[in-house]
C-alpha cells in the first residue's frame, strides 16, 4: 500500500511540474485579470516564431499590450502596429504605441457570449514593412 501511494505521489509530482513548466511559447495566451494584459511577441529578424496563438480574453475592461521579444532593430508600425480588421461593435478602442516595441490596445469586451475578431500586427525593420501577422482575439463576454 505504502508503495502504491509512493508512485501515485510521484506521478502526480511529474505531472504537476509538466503543467508548470509549460508557461511558454505554444501556449494560447490568455487575458482573465485586472490590469495590462502582456503578450509577448517573439521575433527573429521579420520573422514571428512561434506563430502567435489567439488571445482568450475573460471580463471586462481590459488592456491588451504587445510586446516584442528578440531582434532589438524591429519595431511596431507607428499607425497601425496592431489594427482590429473586424470591429462592427467597436469593442476595441485605438491602439497606441507607448514606444517603438510595446503596443497597447483597450478591449471593452462588453458583448456577452464568445466573439472573434481577426488583428493584424505591422512590423517594421528600419523603413521596410515585415509579412502582416493575422492572429485573432476571442472575446468571452
Known amino acids: 500500500m505504502a508503495a502504491r501511494t509512493m508512485v501515485t505521489g510521484f506521478a502526480l509530482v ?8 509549460d508557461s511558454g511559447a505554444g501556449k ?8 495590462v494584459c502582456k503578450i509577448d511577441v517573439h521575433v527573429l529578424g521579420c520573422t514571428v516564431s512561434p506563430p502567435l496563438d489567439d488571445i482568450v480574453v475573460s ?3 481590459r488592456m491588451i499590450q504587445w510586446e516584442l521579444v528578440g531582434s532589438p532593430n524591429i519595431k ?18 485605438p491602439g497606441n504605441r507607448p514606444d517603438s516595441r510595446k503596443f497597447k490596445v483597450p478591449d471593452k469586451n462588453s ?8 488583428y493584424g500586427i505591422q512590423l517594421m525593420d528600419g523603413d521596410t514593412a515585415c509579412p502582416q501577422i493575422d492572429p485573432g482575439i476571442i472575446n468571452h463576454g
Open 28 to 35: 494560447t495566451p490568455t487575458c482573465d485579470h485586472p490590469g
Open 14 to 21: 511529474l505531472a504537476c511540474t509538466g503543467c508548470a513548466t
Open 59 to 61: 471580463g471586462r475592461d
Open 111 to 118: 458583448i456577452k457570449g464568445i466573439h472573434y475578431y481577426k
Open 76 to 93: 511596431f508600425a507607428r499607425q497601425n502596429g496592431i489594427f482590429l480588421k473586424d470591429d462592427p461593435q467597436h469593442e476595441f478602442g
